[in-house]
């Protein structure tokens, strides 16, 4: 047995346990923890050496102090090699593929639209999950504690999902060494099932072997005091004897007096006492290996040590000699982390910076990655050097690249320490700054990019800046500080950046819409560009119109041309294509606003643009709801909610809230929407008097209807009615406020003033010419009415939803019809409204709706079939929606990239679904779903 693995049979033995647990399929992280030199990487090499023989695929990392600020430098060194092979020919494809602008970014390719840090791990993920398939697989990383930003987290992210694959996770960690990322590091920790491995010091006849190797005829009491003064850490052990042997002191009793404690402090001597012995030249020689990094090359230390290239030979010969460094395929190391950080610590400051400087000189000369040029850089001190802000600039938008915004982050603020050498580079390096941290929904983005702003040298780069940024931090849902920016670039001569005042004045106008105290400046904008040539202000003023309550054929009128310049990917990531798509929802062009919205899903899906995802999915749940389509909504809503509660400031957080309470409430799941309120409200208030906090206090009132809590609900709705007055929205199908509150009022008596809400309801409607508000004010008004006038009513409510696609209003009217029928004692007749209710509210999902109509038509002597145990109504949302991507023709691989799950996780809702349809596979699930779409869909 190897000297780094004497006693440790029973180690191996546990870690080898676990992989095989991994090769039979069960999944799972493996840590190796505990102090520096006490063995952790000897455990790993062997336990992966071991894997490798057993057929195991071991991919290999090992992290270090110098690629901490490295974007993804471990997960570069775990599939380099798979990426420059030819598997990757069959692994990256479909989400795979996403991994390659981490692996390889492509420098002429278009920069990556959105949230590249996202689409990097949704990328990497599926590129293990491939690997995994093909064959069992192991990744070993040594040292995580120093691992990069991103690879840490996409390494806890990935051990949530290992559970029945064929891949694992095995990592060493030094215990009581600071931390970057400590919580990144605890939750990975947390996710081993097995506590981490921690190597037993070795006992006194194990360092008797070591030491009587090296220092043959050891006294006895020698042995004991190495062992006493080591802890019976085995790098500790040898450094001590190296510092013996280098001292020429003799192994003996006397010597054994004078041995004291040797921890990792002490290391740094005893390699200063080894290289005092060396040539005059090792310990630049090795210093500069310090600097560097794993993996240099001799030529490479030689010249930042300022050695000539054959001198450097015979020293390096030395120091492998010495036991101090060692030869690798790909360069040369020293021998232990501990050797190496002492070295480093050892150099004063002015010296450790004038080495990286010359480390990053001799690294640009052989056209070394610029990363890791910008990463010496780093840890050079400023020198007013414009190469160096090139080169760190180079850097960042590489890191961009790569999906390593903090990367890019860093490289950007040592750029402006430099500092740059105009006004105008300065503004553009904060502008990009501002950007990264915009991306990642981190503090301090708006404040960068108004500093950014503020430096602009012309007043095209002024404006150029205020748009690219506003549209950042809209995006991300900070609507104030993109009204801020906005307005910061536009304070300037009207005639200064002309050609890009429109824009930045269109986004700026999108966002005072969003905001009572601002919407009365969003509509003078409006109107100064009513003569203007631009198609994107129709959007705006089709908004305006539309919050006076006008006709939905002039709404249309405005908004049609310009549905081509808000179609993704055109304007994707700009306020005004939202703005349009939330237009044809209100104005009831709810197919048209789906297919947008599923245009926007498409664009960002496979470039993991997950902000831009989230953003379409809420958009879709909208749209969804009123289609009828409640369990879809609810998916999309759930997607969307989920992302922005890790990722999203309150404003923008409510923006999916609220389809999704309203999801959750016709499916009659009130406790979860209740627990969705309270998990947007630990997050923060949003903003009073905004569109997207008005409109869940309306969905918080309608939860509260079915509850009974009926104070509750009139109280929400009058301050919603309050906070629509000073948005200046009076709509009806966006202001639907009254609809829910003459129900409220009814409930506590007071049928005269829910009579008076429903006629101003109707009326607005009538003006509109739009189905499903006249329906629905229709049905408000009937609640108010005598029997038979409400008869008459809820009738005229159904015949004009009948061939709108609002089948959720439609599905309300015929069960409110059903209902007044039955209580009027027409029995007969109100079986058929309750019946086509019931059959499109089961459809889709609407079990409230469904309860009700089950309810009434007992009431009416009818039979109503039992609630589906079997049929497609029986499956859970996310079966439902597995099921049909299946039934669209979609593999399993496919379907799982689709909705960020495993494969496995797939396979399993198809197993339940087959079960519960009791049907055998693929083709008969196709024809259920095609006779389903046909019946949903017929007027």
Same mark, same amino acid.
């Given at each position: 047995?190897?000297?780094?693995?004497?006693?440790?049979?029973?180690?191996?033995?546990?870690?080898?346990?676990?992989?095989?647990?991994i090769?039979?399929?069960s999944?799972?992280?493996?840590?190796?923890?505990?102090p520096?030199?006490?063995?952790?990487?000897?455990?790993?090499?062997?336990?992966?050496?071991?894997?490798s023989?057993?057929?195991?695929?071991?991919?290999?990392?090992?992290?270090?102090?110098?690629?901490?600020?490295?974007?993804?430098g471990? @997960?570069?060194?775990?599939?380099?090699?798979?990426?420059?092979?030819? %598997?990757?020919?069959?692994?990256?494809? #479909?989400?795979?593929?996403?991994?390659?602008?981490?692996?390889?970014?492509?420098?002429?390719?278009?920069?990556?639209?959105g949230?590249?840090?996202?689409?990097?791990?949704?990328?990497?993920?599926?590129?293990?999950?491939?690997?995994?398939?093909?064959?069992?697989?192991l990744?070993?990383?040594?040292?995580?504690?120093?691992?990069?930003?991103?690879?840490?987290?996409?390494?806890?992210?990935?051990?949530?999902?290992?559970?029945?694959?064929?891949?694992?996770?095995?990592?060493?960690?030094?215990?009581?060494?600071p931390?970057?990322?400590?919580a990144?590091?605890?939750?990975?920790v947390?996710?081993?099932?097995?506590?981490?491995?921690?190597?037993?010091?070795?006992?006194?006849?194990?360092?008797?072997?070591?030491?009587?190797?090296?220092?043959?005829?050891?006294?006895?009491?020698?042995?004991?005091?190495?062992?006493?003064?080591?802890?019976?850490?085995?790098?500790?052990?040898?450094?001590? @004897?190296?510092?013996?042997?280098? !001292?020429?002191?003799?192994?003996?009793?006397?010597?054994? $007096?004078?041995?004291?404690?040797?921890?990792? %402090?002490?290391?740094?001597?005893?390699?200063?006492?080894?290289?005092a012995?060396?040539?005059?030249?090792?310990?630049?020689?090795?210093?500069?290996?310090?600097?560097?990094?794993?993996?240099?090359?001799?030529?490479?230390?030689?010249?930042?040590?300022?050695?000539?290239?054959?001198?450097?030979?015979?020293?390096?010969?030395?120091?492998?000699?010495?036991?101090?460094?060692?030869?690798?395929?790909?360069?040369?190391?020293?021998?232990?982390?501990?050797?190496?950080?002492?070295?480093?610590l050892?150099?004063?400051?002015?010296?450790?910076?004038?080495?990286?400087?010359?480390?990053?000189?001799?690294?640009?000369?052989?056209?070394?990655?610029?990363?890791?040029?910008?990463?010496?850089?780093?840890?050079?001190?400023p020198?007013?050097?414009?190469?160096?802000?090139?080169?760190?600039?180079?850097?960042?938008?590489?890191?961009?690249r790569?999906?390593?915004?903090?990367?890019?982050?860093?490289?950007?603020?040592?750029?402006?320490?430099?500092?740059?050498?105009?006004?105008?580079?300065?503004?553009?390096?904060?502008?990009?700054?501002?950007?990264?941290?915009?991306?990642?929904?981190?503090?301090?983005?708006?404040d960068?990019?108004?500093?950014?702003?503020? =430096?602009?040298a012309?007043?095209?780069?002024?404006?150029?800046?205020?748009?690219?940024?506003?549209r950042?931090?809209?995006?991300?849902?900070?609507?104030?500080?993109?009204? %801020?920016?906005?307005?910061?670039?536009?304070?300037?001569?009207?005639?200064? !950046?002309?050609?890009?005042?429109?824009?930045?004045?269109?986004?700026?106008?999108?966002?005072?819409?969003?905001?009572?105290?601002?919407?009365?400046?969003?509509?003078?904008?409006?109107?100064?560009?009513?003569?203007?040539?631009?198609?994107?202000?129709? @959007?705006?003023?089709?908004?305006?119109?539309?919050?006076?309550g006008?006709?939905?054929?002039?709404?249309?009128?405005?908004?049609?041309?310009?549905?081509?310049?808000?179609?993704?990917?055109?304007?994707?990531?700009?306020?005004?294509?939202?703005?349009?798509?939330?237009?044809?929802?209100?104005?009831?062009?709810?197919?048209?606003?789906?297919?947008?919205?599923?245009?926007?899903?498409?664009?960002?899906?496979?470039?993991?643009?997950?902000?831009?995802?989230?953003?379409?999915?809420?958009?879709?749940?909208?749209a969804?709801?009123?289609?009828?389509?409640?369990?879809?909504a609810?998916?999309?809503?759930?997607?969307?909610?989920?992302?922005?509660?890790?990722?999203?400031?309150?404003?923008?957080?409510?923006?999916?809230?609220?389809?999704?309470?309203?999801?959750?409430?016709?499916?009659?799941?009130?406790?979860?929407?209740?627990?969705?309120?309270?998990?947007?409200?630990? =997050?923060?208030?949003?903003?009073?008097?905004?569109?997207?906090?008005?409109?869940?206090?309306?969905?918080?009132?309608?939860?509260?209807?079915?509850?009974?809590?009926?104070?509750?609900?009139?109280?929400?709705?009058?301050?919603?009615?309050?906070?629509?007055?000073?948005?200046?929205?009076?709509h009806?199908?966006?202001?639907?406020?009254?609809?829910?509150?003459?129900?409220? =009022?009814?409930a506590? !008596?007071?049928?005269?003033?829910?009579?008076?809400?429903?006629?101003?309801?109707?009326?607005?409607?009538?003006?509109?010419?739009?189905?499903?508000?006249?329906? $629905?004010?229709?049905?408000?008004?009937?609640?108010?009415? %005598?029997?038979?006038?409400?008869v008459?009513?809820?009738?005229?409510?159904v015949?004009?939803?009948?061939?709108?696609?609002?089948?959720?209003?439609?599905?309300?009217?015929? @069960?409110?019809?059903?209902?007044?029928?039955?209580?009027?004692?027409?029995?007969?007749?109100?079986?058929?409204?309750?019946?086509? #209710?019931?059959?499109?509210?089961?459809?889709?999902?609407?079990?409230?709706?469904?309860?009700?109509?089950? =309810?009434?038509?007992?009431?009416?002597?009818?039979?109503?079939?039992?609630?589906?145990?079997?049929?497609?109504?029986?499956?859970?949302?996310?079966?439902?929606?597995?099921?049909?991507?299946? $039934?669209?023709?979609?593999?399993?691989?496919?379907?799982?990239?689709?909705?960020?799950?495993t494969?496995?996780?797939?396979?399993?809702?198809?197993?339940h679904?087959?079960?519960?349809?009791?049907?055998?596979?693929?083709?008969?699930?196709?024809?259920?779903?095609?006779?389903?779409?046909?019946?949903?869909?017929q007027?």
């Amino acid at each position: 047995m190897r000297d780094g693995l004497l006693q440790r049979s029973l180690e191996l033995a546990a870690l080898e346990r676990q992989v095989q647990q991994i090769r039979a399929g069960s999944g799972r992280v493996i840590l190796v923890q505990g102090p520096a030199g006490v063995g952790k990487s000897s455990l790993v090499r062997a336990v992966a050496e071991s894997a490798s023989g057993a057929g195991v695929r071991v991919l290999s990392a090992c992290a270090g102090p110098l690629e901490r600020e490295a974007g993804w430098g471990v @997960v570069r060194q775990l599939f380099g090699p798979t990426a420059a092979g030819p %598997e990757w020919e069959h692994l990256g494809v #479909g989400a795979a593929a996403l991994a390659r602008r981490v692996l390889d970014p492509d420098p002429f390719a278009p920069a990556p639209t959105g949230d590249a840090v996202h689409a990097a791990s949704y990328g990497l993920s599926w590129l293990a999950y491939g690997l995994a398939e093909r064959t069992p697989t192991l990744l070993v990383v040594d040292d995580v504690h120093w691992a990069d930003g991103p690879s840490l987290r996409w390494l806890a992210q990935l051990s949530g999902h290992l559970t029945d694959l064929r891949l694992g996770v095995l990592c060493a960690v030094r215990s009581g060494e600071p931390v970057t990322e400590a919580a990144t590091l605890a939750d990975l920790v947390a996710a081993a099932p097995e506590p981490p491995l921690q190597p037993r010091p070795l006992g006194v006849d194990a360092v008797e072997t070591l030491v009587t190797h090296r220092l043959p005829g050891a006294d006895p009491a020698f042995v004991a005091a190495c062992h006493a003064a080591s802890g019976g850490n085995p790098f500790l052990l040898g450094a001590l @004897v190296d510092q013996v042997i280098a !001292g020429g002191l003799e192994p003996s009793s006397e010597i054994a $007096a004078k041995l004291t404690m040797f921890g990792p %402090e002490q290391v740094g001597r005893s390699v200063e006492v080894q290289l005092a012995r060396l040539p005059a030249g090792t310990s630049d020689l090795a210093r500069a290996f310090a600097v560097l990094g794993r993996g240099a090359l001799l030529r490479q230390a030689a010249e930042v040590a300022g050695l000539d290239l054959v001198r450097a030979h015979h020293l390096a010969d030395g120091l492998v000699a010495s036991g101090l460094a060692g030869r690798a395929d790909d360069g040369f190391a020293l021998t232990h982390p501990l050797v190496a950080n002492a070295l480093y610590l050892g150099l004063l400051d002015g010296e450790r910076s004038l080495l990286h400087r010359r480390a990053a000189r001799v690294l640009a000369s052989e056209r070394a990655d610029v990363e890791t040029v910008g990463l010496h850089l780093l840890h050079a001190e400023p020198a007013g050097e414009p190469q160096t802000v090139s080169t760190l600039r180079a850097a960042a938008e590489r890191a961009n690249r790569r999906g390593a915004p903090d990367s890019a982050g860093a490289f950007l603020r040592r750029a402006l320490l430099e500092p740059p050498d105009s006004r105008a580079l300065a503004a553009d390096l904060r502008s990009e700054l501002g950007l990264c941290l915009s991306a990642q929904v981190r503090p301090g983005a708006a404040d960068q990019l108004a500093d950014a702003v503020e =430096l602009a040298a012309t007043p095209e780069q002024r404006v150029r800046i205020a748009l690219s940024g506003s549209r950042a931090l809209g995006m991300a849902g900070h609507f104030d500080r993109a009204i %801020e920016l906005c307005r910061l670039g536009l304070d300037q001569p009207v005639d200064a !950046g002309a050609d890009l005042r429109g824009p930045l004045e269109l986004e700026m106008a999108c966002g005072m819409f969003l905001a009572a105290d601002t919407v009365e400046e969003g509509l003078d904008l409006v109107r100064s560009h009513a003569a203007s040539d631009d198609v994107l202000w129709r @959007v705006i003023a089709a908004w305006a119109h539309l919050n006076e309550g006008c006709p939905a054929g002039q709404v249309n009128h405005l908004l049609r041309p310009a549905l081509d310049a808000v179609t993704p990917p055109r304007n994707a990531e700009s306020l005004v294509s939202t703005t349009a798509k939330f237009l044809l929802i209100a104005n009831g062009e709810l197919d048209t606003a789906r297919r947008m919205c599923d245009g926007l899903v498409e664009l960002a899906r496979p470039q993991g643009w997950l902000i831009a995802l989230a953003h379409g999915s809420f958009m879709r749940a909208i749209a969804l709801i009123h289609l009828g389509r409640v369990r879809e909504a609810h998916a999309d809503a759930r997607l969307s909610f989920d992302f922005k509660r890790a990722n999203s400031p309150p404003a923008a957080l409510v923006w999916s809230l609220f389809p999704l309470v309203e999801a959750l409430t016709e499916m009659d799941e009130l406790d979860a929407a209740e627990a969705a309120l309270d998990a947007g409200h630990r =997050l923060g208030d949003p903003p009073p008097a905004c569109i997207s906090s008005t409109l869940l206090l309306e969905r918080r009132a309608h939860l509260r209807l079915a509850q009974r809590r009926y104070d509750e609900a009139h109280a929400d709705l009058l301050l919603a009615a309050d906070w629509w007055r000073r948005l200046q929205v009076h709509h009806p199908a966006v202001a639907s406020w009254r609809v829910d509150d003459c129900e409220a =009022l009814v409930a506590l !008596g007071d049928s005269a003033s829910a009579h008076e809400q429903a006629l101003v309801q109707l009326d607005l409607a009538e003006r509109t010419g739009l189905p499903e508000p006249r329906g $629905a004010a229709l049905r408000a008004l009937a609640h108010t009415a %005598e029997p038979e006038d409400a008869v008459r009513m809820l009738e005229r409510a159904v015949t004009l939803l009948d061939p709108s696609p609002a089948r959720l209003e439609h599905t309300r009217a015929l @069960v409110d019809l059903g209902s007044v029928l039955r209580r009027v004692n027409r029995r007969a007749a109100a079986r058929d409204p309750l019946r086509r #209710g019931l059959d499109l509210a089961e459809r889709g999902g609407m079990m409230r709706l469904a309860h009700r109509a089950r =309810l009434e038509l007992r009431a009416c002597g009818a039979r109503p079939r039992r609630s589906a145990v079997t049929g497609i109504e029986s499956l859970t949302p996310a079966e439902r929606q597995v099921a049909g991507l299946a $039934a669209a023709g979609q593999g399993n691989r496919e379907i799982a990239q689709r909705l960020y799950v495993t494969r496995r996780t797939v396979e399993t809702h198809l197993t339940h679904v087959f079960a519960k349809l009791g049907i055998s596979g693929r083709p008969e699930l196709v024809d259920l779903f095609a006779q389903e779409v046909r019946a949903v869909h017929q007027p």
